[in-house]
């Protein structure tokens, strides 16, 4: 029962619980930033147990006495209150909703990021810096996602699409070689459209990447499975964590394929960098020959 945040321990195992201990948890769910501040026998108190009681629950969830779940505590809160206790209410104030929202987000991409496996993402990394062509494909949010990666990669100099419309992914899917990866996104992992493009990559001997929410058929079909397991929330106000945390997991990508390729593709990024800043401020732009010392 160690997987996890300390609030993510006891949500999960609310059920295994004793009555007692159930009565611990309620109260430390409902405001674990006060629970963090009380002694043991202040949480006794005000739960209204023993303190064996808050000793044995404290074990229960994981924690080596009440000492190392007021620490874990301490940590799970100072990374966000996960989405199931900050649920967004109507009459929510601006600085409550902007405090929820954020906490949910901070939360949910710490959760991401213990969760994602590096393997897989060394894996996925190798294959792109070795590919000839990539192809990102995605629909709805995890569209908006491929076409950032779209904007990244041809600055790694990486020969990239994402192509939008089922038919043109899948036209991309059939022109595909043994040295294209098609890095295939879906939160649910479920989409016909993406599966079936994905076999036809597939079939054309593509490396497939998936990034997907959980185990899934796209995981499945994929040569290297990138899992991006966000929390899961059914609060209707509260926002799809799902897009941003595949967007964070392209950055990552997309950084260390640059530094997989070496200097020379990172000194044509701070070319590109420096072009930019021109565009922005019409100063002259002096270039990397110049820089250089050249004449």
């Known amino acids: 029962m160690n997987a996890g945040t300390v609030l993510e321990r006891i949500n999960k195992g609310l059920e295994t619980l004793r009555r007692s201990e159930r009565k611990v948890a309620d109260v430390v769910l409902a405001d674990p930033h006060g629970v963090v501040r009380m002694t043991l026998a202040e949480l006794a108190e005000t739960v209204g147990v023993s303190q064996p009681t808050i000793v044995r629950f404290a074990n229960a969830i994981g924690c080596d006495g009440f000492h190392d779940f007021r620490i ?13 206790q900050s649920v967004i209410e109507a009459e929510d104030g601006t600085a409550t909703l902007v405090s929820k929202i954020f906490d949910f987000s901070i939360t949910s991409l710490d959760h991401v990021r213990r969760h994602l496996d590096p393997q897989a993402l060394d894996r996925a990394v190798g294959a792109i810096t070795a590919a000839s062509r990539v192809v990102f494909i995605g629909l709805g949010a995890s569209g908006i996602v491929a076409m950032d990666a779209e904007q990244k990669f041809p600055l790694l100099g990486v020969p990239c699409s994402a192509p939008i419309d089922t038919h043109q992914q899948f036209l991309a899917a059939s022109t595909s070689t043994p040295s294209t990866v098609l890095v295939a996104i879906s939160n649910t992992g479920r989409t016909a459209s993406i599966l079936d493009t994905v076999r036809v990559a597939r079939d054309r001997g593509a490396t497939v990447v998936g ?5 899934s058929p796209l995981a499945e079909l994929s040569d290297i499975a990138l899992i991006v397991e966000s929390l899961d929330n059914t609060d209707v106000y509260t926002p799809t964590i799902s897009r941003l945390a595949q967007l964070v997991v392209i950055d990552t990508i997309a950084t260390m394929t640059l530094l997989r390729r070496g200097e020379s593709a990172l000194d044509d990024v701070r070319e590109m960098k420096i072009r930019l800043a021109q565009m922005r401020t019409g100063l002259p732009h002096q270039g990397g020959a110049d820089r250089r010392g050249a004449t």
Not at 211 to 215: E, M, N, S
């Open 211 to 215: 990034i997907t929410g959980g185990l």
């Open 72 to 84: 874990q505590l301490a940590q799970s809160v100072a990374l966000g209150i996960p989405a199931t």
